[in-house]
């Protein structure tokens, strides 16, 4: 009997795992599987490995490391992933989830567990040709841990300061001999608090995932249900001009969250050439927040208080359907992909506000409140659906040269109702946006690129008339270079861009109502590296310049202004060691800063916001089926006061957690 032979395809994926920190190929710039160094955009992949390096306990911990993208500057933050890209929030309209939009409401956010991520894959820049209505930015894309043919168990166990406790379990494989049905559950257990009181970051995850498979068809069915207590305020008192440490909310200060998707992935290969899918979800939130809000009254350290309740309940339906296919037209290897996707959310929300309950002693904020909180509500309504078409074609001709161009138009509408305010409003609209771009491959590596991309958001604001506002649309000049040294484990990337937005909402100074008045350039430059120093050392660095101006807008004084939580320079650095071989193999350690720069806080530029320089540290180690870590971020405990838009926010402070994973 001979023995039996195993042939493993490392190959990889743009929806699979990474080996290491480098991954070789992403959808997120073209929705098919395509190289990163003959896509003609900026791409960066955080794989999971970075993650689990890093100790990241949140999507924003997990991209703190990559060009182009700022986050902390709302301070400690949990209910929300606070991220922006060249100079643009995609908390709300960048935030996607397997290729499919997450969708928000106003204070709902679908919250992502980063233990049941696989990847995050980053376009920077305008992508709505693909994705439809988005800010110019660009988008964060969370590919969720799907079945594979590996039978595979892992258990995990975390603790750490400030009073975090968690558990992790992550099991899959094959449910049939023949590897025809695969599955996978993922699931998460987290009791923990912040760095201030009423501060708290507990959740409940489960993620099963199921592959039924042919050498044809593939189709994973996805769910999961995220069930989490969170602080409803991140606003801390300043009575007197003197800020506290006591979050506007105290006792009161609670959002507790139930959210739920289910979807499905479908491809099915037609013929070698030609290859169909859809991905389909549909996901809920049931939203219930409390917090208490300042009177104005104060009297030494005691501060009037009156409660506030709000209940918002956000539905989202989305399907994509595409069809791919691989042919030649005389010296031409064309990709073309066309699709039909469809998007409709819905979100009814309500606030109801209490009479002033006993004043806030800010010496003693653990204090409990006594008021009576009545019942919101659910009296206001938004709905918006939007219908895309859209084509691409990814060409390859000559000796390494690609060139890319996709058009698509969007059907958009939206409605608004809200009675006890008079409101009732509805707006549709027809865009049609479009990108291309060029890209020569070198056999030794370099890929220099450039390219031209649109956008356009919908605005949810009312003018002086009570009507919806037209959208605001964005549009990007790029260009760039990627290179990796064949045969190595390096990635270098550099890109420089000018982004335009145009016509979005801005409140007038003096009416109060809003016009599509506001236009903002900005214009900046990444760097990036991924480099293999030497077999167990590793080293990621980073950096960006951004720099934006108020080019139009309602209020004179703002235009050639910087806007808000843009600053100019952000860099970082992160060292990975693990020893190879000899009595301390499988021992590591990494160590790593982040430089965020100064940066405005208003519109007006009246206050600039330190510079902020966190340092994070990792300890490990790896033997047999078990690995130990000790993760440490913002190691040196700065805490900075950040003000944003009149609001105050501390820096989080240090956390440490201990980890134990056994895998088998």
Do not use: C
């Amino acid at each position: 009997m001979l023995p039996t032979l195993t042939v493993e395809n490392d190959e990889q994926s743009a929806w699979g795992p990474v080996d290491g920190y480098i991954a070789e190929t992403s959808a997120v710039g073209t929705k098919t599987d395509t190289p990163i160094l003959a896509t003609p955009r900026a791409i960066s992949v955080v794989t999971r490995e970075e993650m689990e390096d890093r100790g990241a306990r949140t999507v924003v911990d997990a991209v703190g490391y990559t060009a182009g993208v700022v986050s902390g500057t709302y301070g400690y933050d949990p209910p929300f992933d606070s991220i922006y890209i060249r100079g643009f929030p995609v908390t709300a309209n960048g935030d996607f989830l397997d290729g499919l939009r997450q969708g928000a409401g106003l204070l709902s956010r679908f919250r992502t567990e980063v233990y049941g991520l696989e990847r995050i894959d980053i376009i920077k820049g305008p992508a709505a040709v693909l994705y439809g209505q988005m800010v110019p930015g660009g988008l964060i894309n969370r590919i969720s841990r799907m079945p594979v043919d590996r039978t595979f168990h892992e258990v995990q166990g975390q603790a750490g300061d400030p009073d975090w406790l968690q558990a992790a379990f992550d099991f899959g494989g094959r449910a049939t001999e023949d590897a025809s049905v695969l599955y996978r559950f993922t699931g998460v257990a987290r009791d923990a608090d912040g760095p201030r009181a009423h501060t708290d970051n507990n959740e409940i995850y489960l993620a099963p995932a199921v592959t039924f498979q042919n050498d044809t068809t593939r189709l994973t069915v996805l769910a999961n249900i995220l069930d989490a207590e969170l602080p409803s305020s991140r606003v801390y008192y300043q009575p007197g001009g003197v800020l506290t440490k006591a979050p506007v909310g105290t006792s009161f200060n609670l959002l507790d969250q139930t959210q739920q998707q289910i979807g499905y992935r479908l491809e099915h290969d037609l013929n070698d050439a030609v290859t169909v899918r859809q991905n389909l979800r549909y996901g809920r939130i049931d939203n219930t927040s409390s917090w208490l809000l300042p009177t104005g009254t104060e009297r030494g350290p005691y501060v009037g208080v009156y409660a506030i309740s709000y209940k918002e309940v956000l539905d989202i339906f989305q399907v994509d359907t595409q069809i791919q296919a691989r042919f030649a037209a005389g010296p031409i290897q064309h990709k073309v992909l066309a699709g039909l996707d469809y998007t409709w959310g819905s979100t009814n929300y309500g606030r109801a506000y209490s009479t002033m309950v006993a004043p806030l002693n800010l010496l003693d904020p653990n204090a409990p409140n006594v008021g009576l909180i009545p019942r919101p509500a659910m009296t206001e309504r938004i709905r918006v659906d939007q219908l895309g078409l859209y084509v691409q074609d990814q060409m390859e001709f000559g000796d390494g040269w690609h060139f890319t161009i996709a058009g698509r138009q969007d059907f958009t509408g939206q409605q608004q109702t809200a009675p006890l305010r008079d409101v009732s409003a509805a707006r549709d609209e027809r865009t049609f946006t479009w990108q291309a771009g060029l890209l020569y491959e070198f056999d030794f590596g370099l890929s220099p690129y450039v390219s031209y991309a649109t956008s356009f958001l919908p605005s949810y604001n009312l003018d002086q008339f009570g009507a919806l506002l037209p959208s605001s649309t964005g549009e990007q000049y790029e260009a760039g270079v990627k290179y990796q040294p064949r045969g190595s484990r390096s990635l270098f990337t550099a890109a420089a861009y000018q982004i335009t937005q145009s016509n979005y909402a801005v409140q007038d100074p003096v009416n109060l109502y809003y016009t599509a008045v506001g236009n903002v350039r900005v214009r900046g430059f990444e760097a990036e590296a991924l480099v293999q120093l030497a077999d167990g050392l590793d080293l990621t660095a980073a950096y960006t310049f951004t720099r934006g101006e108020i080019i139009g807008g309602a209020d004179a004084a703002a235009i050639g202004k910087t806007p808000v939580n843009m600053p100019e320079n952000v860099a970082s650095l992160w060292l990975k060691y693990t020893v190879l071989d000899g009595p301390a193999k499988g021992f590591g350690f990494g160590a790593g800063i982040r430089y965020i720069g100064a940066y405005w806080a208003d519109h007006l530029n009246t206050y600039k916001n330190s510079a902020q320089f966190p340092v994070d540290a990792a300890l490990y180690y790896a033997k047999d089926n078990w690995r130990l870590a000790l993760n440490a971020r913002n190691l040196f405990d700065q805490q900075e006061a950040l003000e944003n838009e009149g609001a105050w926010y501390w820096q989080q402070g240090r956390t440490v957690i201990a980890s134990a994973t056994y895998r088998w």
